[in-house]
């Protein structure tokens, strides 16, 4: 955003200018997201006679303020005063012709929370109401489909599954009387599956893949003999 910015001044000087002799301009300003102020400082000397070889220094300082119809990011304003001129009135008054032009980027992200705010502003108690109650069912059906999930995933194996299993253990070892099959559910370990079976990890190990350890995944637990 680029502006052009016109400042005139009248300033009263206690004795009678004949002629400016020098005259200089500069500029001091603060910047923010909403304003630009400030203040012209207007310097030099004049003659009180036309004759008069003495010379009077003067110095004055303007301020300004410019209020932002656009939130602006400070650091990248660029001011520049364009143009400068000056005319004697009534004798004793200097008018200052000023010009001053800035430049800096909007703040984009300024506008979009401003505008979430006029409009929920601007949303009715029943508006509002629905947008929640939307929001509560969305999560609810994301609950719901994260559930069956779990479910499916951890139903009961049926049985041409459970016999190819137990047909997998060797029938001669008459050690242990008691087999299980069992489906990894969520924070399981291999130690707390061991104390429901009344089993231990060395024989967990030998009749199953350890290292496929996760939830689902079926496993064959060989209950010991008390």
Known sequence: MKNVIP????????????????????ENYNCTQDTIDGEFIVSGDYKTHELSVNKETFLYKLPFSVDLTEKIIPDTLNFEITDFSYDILNDNILKVNIEFTFDAQ???????????????????????????????NDIAKEDEEITREDDD??????????????????????????????IIKESETIESICALYNSNA????EYNDLNEFKVGEKLIVVEEDE
Do not use: C, G, M, P
Not at 202 to 205: D, G
């Open 202 to 205: 060395s024989l967990l190990a």
């Open 7 to 26: 400042f005139t001044k009248e300033i009263n000087f206690e004795n009678k200018i004949s002629e400016i002799t020098s005259i200089s301009l500069e």
């Open 106 to 136: 909007k703040d984009e992200s300024r506008e979009d929370i401003v505008e979430d705010v006029e409009k929920l502003l601007n949303t009715d108690t029943k508006e509002i109401d629905e947008i929640v109650n939307e929001e509560n």
């Open 153 to 182: 995933s951890l139903q009961r194996i049926d049985k041409d599954d459970e016999k190819t299993i137990i047909d997998s253990i060797n029938q001669n070892d008459n050690e242990y009387t008691t087999y299980h099959i069992h």
